[in-house]
């Protein structure tokens, strides 16, 4: 497991949470006090929440399970979209499709869809069209690169989400619940952490608090898939091949 620094989370202003007329009642547990009317989480909490959460992925993860990451909001897309393409795990991190998870089968007709298109582009299958007809073909592959790119390799249901802010994201976190799928948050002091199955008591608007948080959670990942393709017999086979 990573080592988490009380620290380094002190110094990324992971412990910031709300205005206190914002907060939710449910968060109590986690706050530590007010300064200036503004909320202070209990890095305590945070770190034995993290920790649990950590624990939980990397269950999943060295059993082959996949995590699907969600941060549609401006201060987290880059960070999480980077991260997630590292670890090869399926992420949303433009707009989140009504049904993607309720009405999965549907959905994924749009990544089947962006997938012929690039392949006839590639084979030049498209230079029959006229060139509006090809701009039109770019444009559509091109807005469902923004729209599905992220879960163009998701061929099932994932074994768990992970979410940054709960209410920007909260028809992901509706979808999740419907299909039963585990839950993982980071969680503000303006959100109900009820609603999810691993919160993380944590600052999910600045930058630096979310940067430090998912650099932990990729550190997790990683080494959970190391241990996977060790247990994998058929990685070994080819590895001794």
């Not at 469902?144 to 994201?169: C, H, W, Y």
């Not at 039963?180 to 993380?200: F, M």
């Not at 060790?230 to 990685?235: A, C, G, H, T």
Request: positive net charge; glycine residues 4%.
């Amino acid at each position: 497991m990573p080592i988490i620094s009380l620290l380094e989370m002190l110094k990324s202003g992971v412990h910031f949470g709300h205005q206190k007329q914002r907060w939710h009642p449910k968060m109590k547990q986690y706050i530590y006090t007010t300064r200036s009317g503004v909320h202070i989480i209990d890095l305590e909490k945070t770190l034995e929440k993290l920790q649990e959460a950590c624990n939980f992925i990397s269950e999943i993860v060295q059993k082959g399970g996949k995590i699907l990451f969600v941060a549609t909001k401006r201060q987290a897309q880059n960070v999480v979209k980077k991260i997630a393409i590292d670890l090869r795990m399926p992420y949303v991190c433009e707009h989140w499709i009504g049904g993607c998870l309720t009405n999965f089968e549907t959905i994924t007709k749009l990544p089947a869809r962006l997938k012929e298109l690039r392949k006839n582009r590639e084979k030049g299958e498209l230079e029959k069209y006229t060139k509006l007809e090809r701009l039109k073909f770019d444009k559509e592959i091109a807005e469902l690169e923004r729209m599905v790119g992220g879960i163009e390799n998701m061929t099932s249901l994932p074994q768990a989400v992970f979410i940054i802010d709960l209410k920007k994201e909260k028809t992901a976190v509706s979808e999740a619940r419907k299909k039963k799928i585990p839950i993982i948050a980071i969680v503000d002091t303006n959100c109900n952490p009820d609603l999810v199955d691993y919160p993380i008591p944590a600052n999910d608007d600045a930058i630096k608090s979310i940067s430090y948080l998912m650099a932990i959670i990729a550190e997790t990942v990683k080494s959970a898939q190391l241990k996977f393709v060790k247990q994998d017999p058929l990685v070994d086979n080819k590895e001794k091949k």
